[in-house]
């Protein structure tokens, strides 16, 4: 049974760059919720996707932008990437939008330089 | 606005040995109250979670938490720690259908 697989693992981009990060939910779950972590912070969230639509959204500027697919794959999109946007993206997903139990990938860690 | 905080960014202790790590939320209605960990270079993995009943909440490789309503507090223990506990951990609560994660513990487990 896979976990929830992210892509790329790393990534290196300029600031003014665009980048798209990946997401494959848990087998059985269809929503996925993306999060930002910081380094030395706790992750942050980002939005939410279920049924193909955004359902909640964070403290996060319209530059984040996402979509899901209907296999409940997903991706994140940051245009205009600023420094302040080097972090690590997590990834979860969950059955039914409950938030009682999220399964979490391993993380993109992007570097805008 | 409800949030979470972990008063102790870092926690040392011997291989073991007892360990609490403290948490305490702001919320003036109920609350879902979580624990997750994350081991170097992994993803979040949920350790346990007070939804409602009893206050005392067991979870996996042997951690515990208490509900603590009048204390606005859900620390996390573990009798006897090993050095593969050594992670991060996270409290979080549900607000708004969001997952509000606190800053994190680090746990360092001393030979």
């Known amino acids: 049974d896979a976990g929830v697989t992210q892509s790329p693992t790393h990534l290196i981009k300029t600031r003014g760059q665009q980048v798209t990060l990946r997401c494959s939910p848990k087998?059985?779950?269809?929503?996925v919720s993306w999060y930002q972590q910081a380094l030395g912070q706790g992750p942050q969230f980002i939005f939410q996707?279920?049924?193909?639509?955004?359902?909640q959204r964070g403290n996060f500027p319209d530059r984040f932008s996402g979509h899901q697919f209907p296999n409940y794959s997903s991706e994140l999109n940051v245009n205009a990437l600023l420094l302040g946007d080097s972090a690590l993206y997590l990834c979860?997903?969950?059955?039914?939008?409950?938030?009682?139990?999220?399964?979490f990938g391993s993380g993109t860690q992007l570097s805008v330089l | 606005a409800q949030s979470v905080t972990q008063l102790d960014s870092q926690v040392p202790v011997f291989e073991e040995a007892p360990v609490e790590l403290r948490c305490n939320y702001s919320s003036s209605v109920s609350v879902y109250l979580f624990w997750y960990v994350q081991y170097p270079n992994q993803g979040l993995q949920l350790l346990l979670k007070y939804l409602s009943g009893s206050t005392l909440v067991k979870g996996i490789n042997g951690f515990e938490a208490e509900f603590n309503k009048s204390q606005t507090s859900f620390h996390l223990r573990k009798p006897s720690v090993h050095i593969s506990d050594t992670a991060e951990y996270f409290c979080?609560?549900?607000?708004?259908?969001?997952?509000?994660f606190g800053k994190g513990t680090r746990l360092h487990i001393l030979p």
């Open positions: 979080a609560v549900n607000r708004d259908d969001k997952i509000i």
């Open positions: 979860a997903s969950s059955l039914g939008r409950s938030n009682e139990k999220l399964f």
């Open positions: 996707y279920y049924e193909e639509e955004e359902r």
């Open positions: 087998s059985g779950h269809d929503t």
